[in-house]
């Protein structure tokens, strides 16, 4: 199906790591944006990074330097490497395919 489809979330202490992955099957991925967004409790859905198709990226300001999105085209996927994870990045977080598909989603909580 093209409808993306997130793992990777789960429960980890502030300061630590974790890695999502995103896989859609388009035989057409390569043609468009691979997008993560997150909603944190109480508030809207944002987006926290995207990356075009040919490796270009941006990220939110509260994740620069510790956030990095990449993507694999020959396998469909694309990833968020988060690294110092802090309380305020509890949230769920959705891969999105261009701006027509969303995941379901995927809980990511830090918690000491």
């Known amino acids: 199906q093209v409808q993306p489809e997130e793992s990777g979330g789960g429960l980890v202490q502030p300061g630590e790591s974790l890695r999502l992955s995103c896989v859609a099957s388009?035989?057409?991925?390569?043609?468009?944006?691979m997008n993560w967004y997150r909603e944190r409790p109480g508030n809207q859905r944002e987006l926290v990074a995207s990356?075009?198709?040919?490796?270009?990226?941006n990220y939110a300001d509260s994740v620069k330097g510790r956030f990095t999105i990449s993507r694999d085209n020959e396998k469909n996927m694309a990833f968020l490497q988060m690294e110092n994870l802090k309380p305020e990045d509890t949230a769920i977080y959705y891969c999105?395919?261009?701006?027509?598909?969303w995941g379901k989603g995927t809980l990511v909580t830090v918690s000491s």
């Open positions: 990356i075009t198709g040919t490796g270009a990226t």
């Open positions: 999105r395919l261009g701006n027509l598909y």
């Open positions: 388009t035989r057409i991925f390569s043609i468009h944006n």
